[in-house]
């Protein structure tokens, strides 16, 4: 049908033009003889409008809006034993390279710029006046502020030509920092891009990715995330280590296996964050009660761990037995015996049931003996996002991704999960229906049991610079006006 329509309206005007204007330089339209199959359509499209250019008519199909779309898989580095997970971008004319930040929970870019009063020495700068196409935004003198749940930075909304594995945005709009708050940054790291819709960007920039769906520059409109799982309770953390494939435009079927279940992000305001409805959560066999609610839950590569609503954390380690309350700088985490060795976490947003590998909800001793700290936190507790209306209620971060291949599909909005192929770690089991729940008996795909106590990372650790929390925090306020609409 589309084949036909455009043969139609581009190619049966453009064949005529070319017949009756002698005078016209000869336009060399291939015609039937020739292998009509080797020509795909942007060919034909730009034949077409080749003849209208020359003739002062309208073209339909300009170059611009008619790039070859792409799919590129893009390296990730897993920072500190899956606290972080980044990947490289090349920033200004000639291209400065940063490592930044992949976040699902947020939809700002920024790098750490030369001036920056609080970055540490370490810290890789970008340096505007070795730019030839570094612009600072119209009547953005002043300092713009993103908040994370584990910080903040202070800059100057400016724009730049952007470059990830391959893909160009120009006029891509980011905040030039110089302010961080302490140990939000950490080694070759200087920056985050946020991956989240635009309706939710403290910058008002359209995010990098969505710049390039809305450009017609990607294969499909969305992108796909494979995370490497580093964390051992026994064993302090790499610095670094390969850290997955974030595919650009596609997924990849060499990193899952079966098909990806996709599920339409709830319904109702413009999207913002990766939102997903939490229907069901399961440790040790028990259904944890999920009130419909609290049930919003962002789904997010930033975030290092899950965070969810008080009363539901509470009743989730209650079923663990063993548990143990902190309280001091771990308030809002839980701990439980180190030698548990099937938490068979599972959960679900209304399709297949998920399982998290026990290896992931093990962060190492609480500092008690035998008592390990768990990886589900009470989000209240332990940072600013959360609580409004709108805002999620849950966070779902890395202890959960590293579990699955993750889709995040701009049209219709949804987020697909698939099952890890056993390239990228995973079992090559698919997660059963929530409906008829047969999952085997270990969550985990090596087998491993959870980690025993003793020498791994102390929990000050994880409270203060493992744990990351890149959910943007003042959400209502930042794009209220988009949602009520
Ligand atoms: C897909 O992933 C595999 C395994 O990591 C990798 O070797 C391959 O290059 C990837 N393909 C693309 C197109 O990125």
Redesign the pocket.
């Known amino acids: 049908m589309k084949l036909f329509a455009l043969f139609l309206f581009f190619i049966v005007p453009a064949l005529s033009y070319s017949a009756v204007v002698r005078e016209a330089p000869p336009i060399h339209l291939p015609l039937a003889r020739r292998t009509l199959q080797k020509r795909d359509l942007d060919y034909w499209a730009n034949a077409a409008d080749q003849v209208r250019a020359k003739y002062g008519f309208a073209t339909v199909a300009s170059n611009s809006n008619r790039k070859r779309q792409n799919?590129?898989?893009i390296p990730i580095v897993n920072q500190n034993g899956d606290s972080s997970y980044f990947a490289s971008i090349n920033v200004g004319t000639p291209p400065q390279s940063f490592d930044i930040i992949l976040d699902t929970g947020s939809s700002d870019l920024w790098v750490t710029t030369v001036g920056c009063t609080t970055c540490d020495p370490s810290t890789p700068l970008f340096d505007p006046s070795k730019s030839s196409t570094f612009q600072v935004s119209p009547g953005q003198q002043g300092g713009t502020k993103i908040q994370y749940g584990s910080g903040g930075v202070e800059g100057q909304l400016s724009s730049e030509t952007v470059n990830m594995g391959g893909f160009t945005v120009s006029n891509q709009g980011f905040l030039s920092v110089v302010t961080t708050s302490q140990g939000l940054l950490q080694g070759s790291v200087s920056g985050i891009m946020g991956l989240g819709f635009q309706t939710i960007a403290a910058t008002r920039a359209v995010p990098f990715w969505q710049a390039l769906v809305n450009a017609n520059q990607l294969t499909s409109p969305l992108f796909s995330f494979y995370l490497t799982r580093e964390n051992d309770p026994n064993q302090p953390p790499p610095l670094t280590a390969p850290g997955g494939?974030l595919?650009l435009g596609g997924t990849?079927s060499?990193?899952f296996s079966g098909n990806v279940e996709f599920i339409n992000m709830p319904s109702g305001a413009e999207p913002s964050f990766w939102l997903q409805t939490l229907t069901t959560l399961k440790v040790v066999g028990t259904s944890i009660p999920i009130s419909t609610s609290l049930s919003l839950a962002a789904i997010d590569t930033g975030t290092t761990l899950i965070g969810g609503p008080g009363d539901q954390v509470a009743a989730f380690w209650q079923a663990v037995p063993g548990h143990q309350t902190l309280s001091g700088a771990m308030t809002g985490y839980y701990s439980f015996p180190c030698s548990t060795t099937n938490l068979n976490v599972q959960l679900s947003f209304g399709g297949s049931s998920w399982s998290i590998s026990d290896k992931d909800m093990n962060l190492g001793s609480s500092g008690v003996s035998g008592q390990c700290v768990g990886a589900v936190f009470d989000l209240g507790q332990a940072s600013a996002a959360g609580g409004g209306p709108g805002n999620p209620n849950w966070v779902i971060g890395d202890t959960f991704l590293k579990n699955v291949y993750s889709v995040y599909r701009a049209s219709p909005p949804s987020v697909g999960f698939a099952q890890l192929s056993t390239?990228a770690g995973g079992t090559g089991n698919r997660g059963s229906s929530s409906q008829s729940v047969s999952v085997p008996g270990t969550s985990n795909p090596t087998g491993t049991p959870g980690g025993q106590p003793s020498s791994g990372p102390g929990p000050i650790s994880w409270a203060t610079s493992r744990v990351r929390i890149n959910i943007v925090a003042i959400v209502i306020s930042l794009f209220a006006g988009y949602v009520l609409l």
């Open positions: 799919t590129v898989g494939v595919t990849n060499s990193l390239v």
